[in-house]
């Protein structure tokens, strides 16, 4: 209850701060100031409050919350059910807010010293407000019974033993009973990603929102040019944030929901994939504006678009218009959130758009000065290739919409489609991450072009070679990619590594290159050199496969229900183990596996586990014979003599205590004949066969035992005895088998140490820009 | 006009118009059995899991055999080339993705719908009563 008011107190809070600070936006004067202040602080405020009430109520195990009831349970270790916060829609909505709110914090001191806060502030409270307006919706602080009203509202007295009950009308006797466990977390999220990988990536989308709001105040302010200073740091430190979070999630379907890969062009990746594209796109042409004046519509454009596919891809993967289509389920959240993200989408579009286009006459008109041997052409094209990257990705993602329309049934496109359209501009963009930094602005003489290139080129050739010569070939275009790769990773080392003899602090683009380089050559080398194979794995037999000796050795439970199937991997006498786990979830009703790899310095094993088949049983026979009778099974023949009750003590069968009864029988094999006795014990608990053995002449055992004794009283010779006979095991037959695929990476760790380094590029380049757009910093005054 | 533009607007025309032609192609399109066996190209197909037709997993292979009958009702034994789906034997219906090549239908992929799994429902908040 408090929490649902907390949350629209936020709303309303946030929506007034937008109308004050847009107030003294128009007003020119600081009247509003202190309401706008006030409400956007009252806002966070709040919305602080309601998560702490969220988390409050699930750290308690308030299940009489639907959210609670739905994403947590009593059982889970307090960091996965502090995760569980996120774990849904309403939740990972708050959490999105959350971050907004506090982002807009700071972001509220960095404008006012930059005389940006009437403009960025209202632009940035109208979307909290929205956000939040999503919250006031979907409410995360629902009770159980008001989501089950059919289940579990009832009246009349309480039954005696129920004690999980809540009176809602005490006149009417009107009372509701809620749930005393929660339904837990999925386990696919039950990991330590969890509770890292969404937060990070949650941060980047809020702070998606930050360009955008610096764009619109631009136009509000008819400032085309500085507004890009003062929002550079932010697009940056966004980019970061998204950057980290996309591959946090690979690393995390990689090494734990055994995806194969690290990157599968899933809806999910894609849509965090494509506002980080467009944010590079503008951070490289903004570079260019303020170089030289040029590019203004483009850089409104694009930083309009980073924030709306933000939005859009919020839209593709939470309104359940994918339904089927993904390896994600996606939960169909009721018509009012599928309209709300469309109208946000439809007023943010039009918000942006619409001031751009009022605003387009009156633009400055710089004309382009440069040539095509520039920094600025290749800072185009590259933002050029990025954004039709993110142009073919959405069409991708979309792709179950746009075949609804156009053949009325959704499906998705192949993978391929995403190699196919990516690669060609992927080497566009590594080719001229390299030559960029190589040219100067305005225009570069080409010989000291072609003497800057040498080394770099030299360099590149002789990797490509390398690859080429250790991994062996792949198509033609690939090669020409590692080669634009490396080119860019040792063109961006050279001129990094002047850069740092020169002003250490202009270092950070030079590093993100080398990052983005190192992870591209990864890409290849983990992803296209890779190598996998479905393995059977015997129990107790080593099979040879990609070079490695494998010997599944056997299983053992751990948390419970769980198994793990150790598997030793022995190569060149060095023997480690690896462990892949698979468990039946009660939760998804189906099978988890989750994958187990070795980390070598040139290569990662993977190990991701398929099937455990059950040792396969020998054949068996059962028939019925008279008492003389005899029957052919095997190579043997087996003949009834007769009922041995020699064992049976008077009076025992009557009295229910233990009695023995056999049945003689012989075996023949051609003409050697055996006599054998079967027994069946009869014990209080039912009847116990014990069966016996016969080795042939070849060494092959026969096991027999009786099935059920029909003996007839009046006439013996019509006696009969039913028999089982096990065939001996022939080689077809197997043991338990551990089915797996096993695949070798080589130089996965190329993408992580890239993405580190692309990290710490990404940080350098952030405090770079901060101090520079200090520099001005003029308090804002009434004009 | 300015060479440049002419040169730009190739390159764009020309770009979408691969990126249009490889989104085609990379559409599967749905059909029936009846569909595949004419069209001999990788097709969606929508059916249900024939229960009484022998269903095994061949390790030697690293195939699933299984039998599915699609919505027009006609069975055709299906090869998935990798293990068991997950949800297999619950699921109210799947689609397989492949080709049919001599009355078998080789499937690449499997995917299993399953009644509403991850949200919360009326029968699942009475067993948490």
Not at chain 1, 722 to 737: D, H, I
Request: with cysteine.
């Amino acid at each position: 209850m408090i929490g649902g008011i907390v949350v629209k107190v936020a709303f309303l809070a946030a929506l007034a701060a937008a109308f004050f600070y847009y107030r003294v936006h128009r007003e020119q004067s600081e009247r509003w100031l202190v309401a706008a202040r006030g409400s956007f602080h009252l806002a966070v405020i709040s919305l602080m409050i309601a998560s702490a009430i969220l988390l409050s109520f699930i750290l308690t195990h308030q299940f009489q919350y639907t959210y609670v009831w739905n994403y947590s349970s009593t059982d889970l270790p307090l960091p996965l059910l502090i995760a569980t916060f996120y774990a849904g829609q309403e939740g990972s909505f708050m959490l999105w807010a959350l971050f907004t709110a506090i982002i807009g914090v700071f972001l509220m001191v960095y404008a006012s010293k930059k005389a940006y806060e009437p403009e960025v502030m209202s632009v940035y409270s109208l979307i909290l407000s929205i956000l939040l307006l999503m919250l006031v919706v979907k409410n995360p602080f629902e009770y159980v019974w008001n989501t089950f009203p059919n289940d579990l509202i009832h009246s009349g007295p309480v039954p005696a033993g129920v004690t999980n009950y809540i009176i809602l009308d005490a006149a009417r006797s009107v009372w509701a009973q809620f749930p005393v466990e929660g339904r837990g977390l999925n386990p696919l999220l039950q990991n330590y990603w969890m509770v890292i990988h969404p937060p990070i990536l949650f941060v980047g989308f809020s702070a998606m929102a930050v360009p955008y709001a610096h764009a619109v105040a631009g136009l509000m302010k008819r400032d085309y040019h500085s507004w890009i200073r003062v929002a550079t740091p932010w697009s940056v430190f966004g980019a970061m944030a998204l950057g980290f979070g996309i591959i946090l999630g690979g690393y995390w379907a990689y090494e734990t929901l055994g995806w194969g890969g690290y990157w599968a062009w899933d809806p999910v990746e894609n849509s965090s994939l494509i506002p980080w594209l467009l944010c590079l796109a503008a951070i490289h042409t903004t570079l260019t504006q303020r170089k030289s004046g040029a590019f203004v519509r483009t850089n409104f454009t694009l930083s309009i678009l980073a924030f709306l596919t933000v939005l859009y891809s919020t839209f593709l993967t939470r309104s359940g218009v994918l339904g089927d289509t993904s390896v994600h389920s996606f939960v169909d959240p009721g018509m009012w959130v599928y309209w709300l993200l469309l109208g946000c989408i439809a007023l943010f579009a039009s918000l942006g758009f619409g001031m751009l286009f009022y605003r387009m006459r009156e633009m400055p008109k710089i004309p382009v000065e440069h040539s095509i041997v520039s920094r600025e052409f290749a800072l185009f094209l590259g933002a050029f290739a990025l954004s039709f990257v993110a142009i073919f990705v959405i069409i991708g993602t979309s792709s179950p919409i746009i075949t609804t329309i156009f053949k009325g049934v959704a499906s998705a496109v192949e993978i391929n489609y995403y190699v196919k359209t990516t690669l060609p501009l992927g080497i566009a963009i590594t080719f001229l991450s390299g030559i960029g930094q190589l040219l100067w602005w305005k225009h570069s003489k080409t010989g000291s072009l072609l003497k800057s290139m040498a080394l770099p080129t030299v360099l590149a050739l002789g990797t490509t070679a390398l690859v080429l010569i250790m991994l062996g070939t792949d198509e033609f275009l690939i090669l020409v990619f590692t080669f634009c790769s490396a080119f860019s990773l040792f063109a961006n080392l050279q001129v990094g590594y002047k850069i740092f003899r020169g002003n250490p602090k202009f270092v950070g683009g030079s590093i993100a290159h080398v990052g983005i380089a190192l992870m591209c050559l990864g890409f290849v080398t983990s992803e296209r050199y890779d190598d996998s194979l479905t393995v059977a794995l015997e129990r107790g037999k080593t099979v040879e496969a990609l070079g490695y000796r494998m010997t599944y050795v056997g299983y053992h439970p751990y948390e419970r229900e769980k198994y793990a199937f150790t598997i030793e991997v022995e190569r060149e006498g060095v023997k480690r183990t690896v462990a892949p786990t698979m468990y039946y979830s009660e939760f998804t009703k189906g099978i988890m596996r989750h994958p187990d790899l070795i980390n070598f310095f040139t290569k990662d094993f993977y190990v991701a586990p398929l099937s455990l088949e059950e040792g396969g049983r020998a054949p068996e026979e059962t028939f019925e014979l008279l008492q003389g009778e005899e029957q052919a099974v095997g190579s043997l023949h087996v003949r009834f003599v007769d009922f041995d009750f020699s064992n049976v003590q008077q009076g025992a069968m009557l009295e229910g205590k233990d009695f023995t009864i056999g049945v003689d029988i012989v075996v023949r094999e051609g003409t050697r004949t055996t006599p054998l006795k079967l027994l069946m014990k009869n014990t209080p608990q039912g009847p116990e066969f014990v069966p016996s053995r016969y080795t042939t002449g070849d060494q092959s055992t026969y096991q027999l035992a009786i099935a059920r004794l029909m003996p007839d009283r009046e006439d013996k010779s019509k006696s009969k005895v039913e028999l089982t006979v096990r065939l001996p095991q022939t080689s077809e037959q197997k043991g338990e088998t551990l089915l797996v695929e096993a695949s070798l990476k080589p130089y996965i760790n190329l993408v992580w140490v890239g993405t580190v380094t692309l990290v710490i590029g990404f940080l350098l380049t952030i405090i770079h820009r901060v101090e520079e757009a200090r520099l001005k910093h003029d308090r804002w005054t009434p004009q | 006009m300015n060479a440049k533009i002419i040169l730009a607007v190739v390159v764009v025309v020309a770009g979408l118009i691969a990126g249009v032609v490889n989104f085609l192609e990379s559409n599967v399109e749905y059909g029936d059995f009846t569909m595949a066996e004419r069209v001999e190209r990788t097709i969606q197909v929508k059916g249900e899991w024939v229960k009484e037709a022998e269903t095994r997993f061949d390790a030697e292979k690293g195939q699933f055999l299984f039998s599915m009958r699609d919505e027009k009702g006609r069975v055709m034994p299906v090869v998935l080339a990798g293990a068991k789906p997950n949800n297999f034997e619950i699921a109210t219906s799947m689609v397989a993705k492949g080709k049919l090549d001599n009355g078998v239908f080789y499937a690449s992929n499997v995917l299993t719908k399953c009644p509403s799994k991850y949200e919360g429902d009326a029968s699942a908040v009475k067993e948490s009563l």
